[in-house]
C-alpha cells in the first residue's frame, strides 16, 4: 500500500461509473487504506437543467431531486463515523434496487435501514447547509478544474474524469485500483487522455 497525496473525489447517485468508483473507495476504506480523501457532491441535474431555468439548487421544483446529495453532506459533516455506510447504501438503493431516491421517503428508507436517525439527518438539510454547500462544490470543481462529470478524482491541481467498468473483487482489489489511478494523476503528467474505443465484452 502506497502514500498517496490528499484528494478528493466527486459524486452523483445518478451515475453508475460513480457507484463503482465510490465502491472502491470505501471498499479500500473498510480495508484498511488511510487514504485522505475527501468526497464532493456534484450535481448532474445541473448540467442537464434546460436552457434559462434556474440553478437546480435555487430551483423550487428541484427540492426532492437533490435531497439525497444533500442527506450525504449532512451525513458526511455530521456523522463522518456513518458516512461512509451511508454513502454505500444510497448507491446500491440506486443500482441494485432501482429505487429513484427522488424523494425523502425513499431516501429515509434507505437511511433507516441503516439505523441513521433520519429526522435529525432531515433537520441539518432543512436548515439550507448542505444545499449552500452543493452549490458552491459545484462552482469551484466546474472553475478550477473545468469539471464535467462524476467520478472527477482531483489532486496536485489536476483533476481527471475515470470511468471504472467493474465493481471492486475485495479491499485489496479497490486499494490497488484506486492507488493506481491516483498515482497517474499525480506522478504521470504525460499523458492526457487513454481511452479504448469500444467496450471489450
Known sequence: ???LPAFEVSYDYLCPFAHIAHEHLVAGLQGGATWDVTFTPWALRQVHKDEGAPDVWDDPDK?????????????RDGWPDRYLDAHLALFRARFDHGVKLKSRDEVADVLNGIGL????????????????????????????HAHFGVPTFVAGGDAVFVRLMDR?????DAI?????????LTENPRVNE????????
Open 1 to 3: 500500500m502506497s502514500q
Open 176 to 184: 490497488a485500483t484506486i492507488e493506481w489511478i491516483v498515482s497517474q
Open 117 to 144: 436517525d433520519t429526522a435529525s439527518v432531515f433537520e441539518v438539510v432543512d436548515g439550507g447547509g448542505p444545499r449552500k454547500e452543493l452549490a458552491e462544490s459545484w462552482r469551484r470543481l466546474t472553475d478550477e
Open 168 to 172: 471492486p473483487a475485495s479491499g485489496d
Open 194 to 201: 487513454f481511452k479504448h474505443t469500444k467496450i471489450a465484452r
Open 63 to 75: 427540492v426532492a431531486d437533490l435531497v439525497a446529495l444533500e442527506s450525504s453532506i449532512a451525513i
